[in-house]
């Protein structure tokens, strides 16, 4: 079983707390600042302004971001399912941006990040809709789907 965060499509209400407080536990050490460029997932909408989708990584099973790094910067750890990116190895080169199909590494400061679900993720904590949630499970493939519906 895979360590993930999911994301329930009908509570979000396009609020953007969880990419805000994902953004604390990424702040310089020292600094506390409400910075979404820097969060570990970013919130997008449909083109009709009805759907809402929370991309945060999937933790797949097979992810291509990992096959289509050039370096061996990401692995997925065969303990938790968690993948993971080494910021010292990446070479901000975006094959993974480009290889994951459901929009969910994105670039900061010329690396690459993705959700590495933490320990206790502040990003379910500050949901006040119950949009996210820490589960343990390998299903992918509807909330995939919607990722590719409301692309970034």
């Known amino acids: 079983?895979?360590?993930?965060?999911?994301?329930?499509?009908?509570?979000?209400?396009n609020c953007h707390l969880c990419s805000m407080y994902c953004s604390l536990v990424f702040s310089e050490q020292g600094k506390y600042e409400y910075r979404p460029a820097i969060s570990r997932i970013r919130v997008s909408e449909s083109d009709d302004q009805r759907t809402y989708a929370a991309h945060v990584c999937l933790q797949c099973a097979e992810p291509a971001c990992m096959d289509a790094c050039p370096v061996?910067?990401?692995?997925?750890?065969?303990?938790?399912?968690?993948?993971?990116?080494?910021?010292?190895?990446?070479t901000g080169c975006e094959s993974c941006v480009d290889a994951c199909e459901f929009d969910c590494v994105f670039m900061v400061e010329d690396v690459a990040v993705k959700c590495e679900v933490c320990d206790d993720p502040l990003c379910v904590k500050a949901c006040a809709a119950h949009a996210l949630h820490l589960v343990e499970d390998d299903q992918v493939d509807e909330q995939g789907e919607l990722y590719r519906e409301v692309r970034i």
Request: with cysteine; aromatic share 6%.
């Open 1 to 13: 079983m895979s360590k993930r965060i999911a994301f329930t499509e009908e509570n979000c209400t």
């Open 72 to 90: 061996g910067a990401i692995t997925k750890d065969p303990h938790t399912g968690v993948v993971g990116i080494d910021s010292w190895q990446c």
